[in-house]
């Protein structure tokens, strides 16, 4: 099964990615194609009689055979207004008994990297959700499939219930297939995270701009984690 938290008065929808990174289209996985999103909406149902903007739901759907990773969306007019407000990876189905672990397919070791994640290093393609601790330094690297040189870039994450901005900083072009990322402590301090329960997933972006060209290439959950324990 598939679940997250949204906005309890919003639709939302899942999509389902395999091993491969390619997306789930009702009937097989496939090649990801911006214009086919509609496609790969995974209707989400809402296990709550919660109906407010400022209350969230948990949310859930069924995972289709073979999903290891999974979003959730807000359903919006098209793609672009489909906010990603929850990340997360789903426990391998092909881990075997132990006879079969080690380097035999759907072994263990086989899918290792599937298992353990490396959350200072996020791919833009093929992973979606980083950690940030508050007041915390902390870099990332995203990779990207165009040459974003030239460009200016930003990454913004929002608030998951009232869209406000929470942080907003510039990226670095580092390389034609690599972006970077810094954040100061300044950076995180997330002032506008008050009660303990704002803490945890919220959305973020980064999009690149080039005069009239603008460009989405990462977009994916931010985890905000108090900085101390209560």
């Known amino acids: 099964m598939m679940y997250a938290r949204g906005q309890s008065n919003l639709s939302h929808d899942f999509n389902a990615y395999d091993a491969s990174n390619q997306i789930w289209n009702g009937s097989a996985y496939e090649s990801e194609v911006v214009a086919n999103y509609a496609s790969y909406r995974i209707s989400a149902t809402k296990n709550s009689d919660a109906n407010a903007a400022g209350i969230d739901a948990t949310f859930s759907a069924t995972a289709p055979g073979g999903a290891v990773r999974y979003v959730m969306r807000e359903r919006g007019a098209t793609l672009a207004d489909s906010y990603v407000v929850w990340a ?4 391998l189905a092909a881990i075997k008994a132990d006879t079969d672990l080690g380097t035999a397919t759907g072994g263990m070791v086989a899918n290792v990297a599937l298992l353990v994640r490396e959350e200072t290093q996020i791919s833009g393609t093929d992973a979606d959700m980083i950690t940030i601790v508050r007041n915390d330094t902390v ?29 907003q900083v510039s990226v670095t072009v580092t390389s034609s297939v690599l972006l970077t990322v810094p954040l100061s402590s300044t950076d995180t301090a997330f002032t506008d995270l008050v009660s303990l329960t704002e ?24 985890v905000i984690r108090r900085d101390q324990t209560t």
Do not use: N
Not at 141 to 155: H, I
Not at 199 to 222: E, L, R
């Open 88 to 91: 997360e990876q789903l426990l």
């Open 139 to 167: 870099s990332f690297t995203f990779d990207v499939t165009t040459d974003f040189t030239g460009y200016t870039g930003l990454l913004t994450i929002r608030h998951r219930v009232t869209d406000d901005e929470l942080m």
């Open 199 to 222: 803490f945890g997933p919220h959305p973020f972006d980064i999009q690149m701009t080039s005069g009239s060209t603008v460009k989405t290439p990462v977009t994916g959950v931010a």
